[in-house]
C-alpha cells in the first residue's frame, strides 16, 4: 500500500491562494486515477477534484474554474491550486485514490479561508 503526506494548507482571507501537496510513499505512476477530497465540520468527506493517467481532470461544481488539480508521477506528488478561496472551502482535505478503494487516510490539511 501507499501512503500519502498531504500539506500546503493554512489561513487565508478571502480570494486568497493556496497550493496543496500530496507526497506517495511510493510509485504513483501505475495509479489510473487519483484525486483530493475534503471533509469540512459536521460534514462526510466528499469529492473535490480528480485526474487519470492520461491528464484528464474532474471537478465538482463548486470548484469549476478556480481549482487544478494536477500530478507529477516522476516526483510521486499530486497537486491542487486553489484560487479565489471562499470561506464554504474551509475543510480539512485529503488525497487518495478515486474511484476504487481508497488506501489508508493521511492526516489531511487544514485549509481555513476567514478574515
Known amino acids: 500500500q501507499v501512503q500519502f503526506v498531504e500539506s500546503g494548507g493554512g489561513l487565508v482571507q478571502p480570494g486568497g491562494s493556496l497550493r496543496l501537496s500530496c507526497a506517495a510513499s511510493?510509485?504513483?505512476?501505475?495509479?489510473?486515477?487519483m484525486a483530493w477530497y475534503r471533509q469540512a465540520p459536521g460534514k462526510q468527506r466528499g469529492l473535490v477534484a480528480a485526474?487519470?493517467?492520461?491528464?484528464?481532470?474532474e471537478y465538482v461544481d463548486s470548484v469549476k474554474g478556480r481549482f487544478t488539480i494536477s500530478r507529477d508521477n516522476a516526483k510521486n506528488t499530486v497537486y491542487l491550486e486553489m484560487n479565489s478561496l471562499k470561506p464554504e472551502d474551509t475543510a480539512v482535505y485529503y488525497c487518495?485514490?478515486?474511484?476504487?478503494?481508497?488506501?489508508?487516510w493521511g492526516q489531511g490539511t487544514q485549509v481555513t479561508v476567514s478574515s
Open positions: 485526474i487519470v493517467r492520461g491528464g484528464r481532470t
Open positions: 511510493g510509485s504513483i505512476s501505475s495509479i489510473d486515477a
Open positions: 487518495n485514490l478515486w474511484r476504487v478503494r481508497p488506501f489508508p
